[in-house]
């Protein structure tokens, strides 16, 4: 209907007519401190109300159900055994197997490739059977 209104006013109307107006105005609202009455009524309220009302036995199930979890938890993961100091840690145990690995791999390869170029540079066919190649995941 209001619409239909602004419609047939007219051309006259802008943009800035048909925006919804703020209805909060500019300017701050300072608030004022409650009266005594108020805040001696919001403390009593506060005083008397009830504490929450947690079912004794819902407590209970919800600690004995907890206790279960973390004991099916320890037993799925269990805690390794009490490790040195300078022991390393179990990823820091692998990322070392895999540096070793690598580092005999680099050794078999420079050790071949010496091998294929003293063949090469003295004319003779490469010594030995080609070396099994391993694959990696």
Known sequence: MVLTQLLKAGPALS????????????????????PDVYR???????????????????????E?????MRELSRRAFPEPDVVADDA???I????????????????????????ERAAREAGTPTIGPPAALRTTA
């Not at 001696?40 to 919800?62: K, L, W, Y």
């Not at 895999?98 to 091998?115: F, G, H, I, K, M």
């Open 40 to 62: 001696r009524a919001i403390e009593a309220h506060r005083q008397a109300a009830t504490p929450s009302r947690v079912d004794p036995g819902i407590a209970a199930a919800v």
């Open 64 to 68: 004995r159900q907890t206790a279960a």
């Open 92 to 115: 820091e145990h692998a990322h070392a197997q895999r540096r070793r690995q690598a580092t005999v791999t680099e050794a078999a390869a420079l050790r071949r490739a010496r091998q």
């Open 15 to 34: 943009v800035a007519d048909l925006a919804p107006q703020p209805s909060m105005p500019a300017v701050p609202v300072e608030r004022r401190t409650p």
């Open 88 to 90: 390393l840690a179990p």
